[in-house]
């Protein structure tokens, strides 16, 4: 059973460019989690999905930052228009269930850079 | 609204020192409480868990107890070893559903033998 899988792995954009990344969940698991990584500051959640639906997206920034989990396919955490402050590193998680006992399994990471 | 608070780090230990990490949390209810460690240019695995007050989450020789009246779940470690150097994050899930694991900054253990 594969784990979390991210790609890329690592992205470099030119100011104001779009970024994509991508997140397929381990086999059987329907929710989705990103958050973002910056040096010294932790973990900060962004965005919950479950298929199709955004269940909780009180971390994500409210312009330039969308996020999907459709039906067929990975889920999508697209930035417009890029900024040097967006260079971070951002994790998916998935889990089985929303259930607050339930561990969430992490991929390795999208390390974005902006120039 | 939840958070977690960790000691700051780094943490700097010998082999085979004991080692603690504070983690103390805000929460409505009764939320779940994880340990979850990030070694070099991977992403987080979970380390241990407990659900409800007063379990004790194990694993690898590390403990945390569940302590409602204090509000914390304190990593421990009886004897570390320099594998066991890496990032360690307290987390909190509420029982509110629909939420995500909400994160503390994240202590850095560096071990050297």
């Known amino acids: 059973n594969a784990g979390v899988m991210q790609n890329p792995r690592h992205l470099v954009r030119r100011r104001g460019q779009e970024a994509r990344l991508r997140c397929s969940p381990m086999k059987g698991h329907s929710h989705v989690y990103w958050y973002r990584q910056l040096p010294e500051e932790g973990l900060k959640f962004m965005v919950y999905?479950?298929?199709?639906?955004?269940?909780?997206e009180s971390g994500m920034p409210k312009e330039r930052f969308s996020a999907e989990f459709p039906k067929e396919g990975p889920s999508i955490l697209r930035i417009q228009q890029v900024v040097r402050g967006d260079s971070a590193a951002y994790f998916c998680?998935?889990?089985?269930?929303?259930?607050?006992?339930?561990?969430?399994?992490f991929g390795e990471g999208s390390r974005l850079t902006v120039l | 609204g939840n958070s977690v608070t960790q000691m700051e780090g780094p943490v700097t230990l010998s082999e085979e020192a004991f080692l603690t990490i504070n983690c103390t949390y805000t929460?409505?209810?009764?939320?779940?409480l994880f340990w979850y460690v990030q070694y070099p240019g991977e992403g987080l695995q979970l380390l241990l868990k407990a659900t409800k007050a007063d379990d004790k989450g194990s694993n690898k020789g590390f403990e945390a107890t569940y302590r409602k009246e204090t509000t914390s779940f304190h990593l421990e470690k009886g004897s570390v070893q320099v594998s066991d150097s890496a990032v360690y994050f307290c987390a909190l899930r509420s029982g509110q559903a629909g939420t995500a694991l909400i994160f503390g900054k994240g202590t850095t253990l560096s071990v050297s033998s």
């Open positions: 929460a409505t209810g009764y939320p779940s």
């Open positions: 999905l479950q298929k199709e639906n955004i269940i909780d």
């Open positions: 998680a998935s889990s089985p269930s929303g259930r607050m006992t339930g561990e969430l399994f």
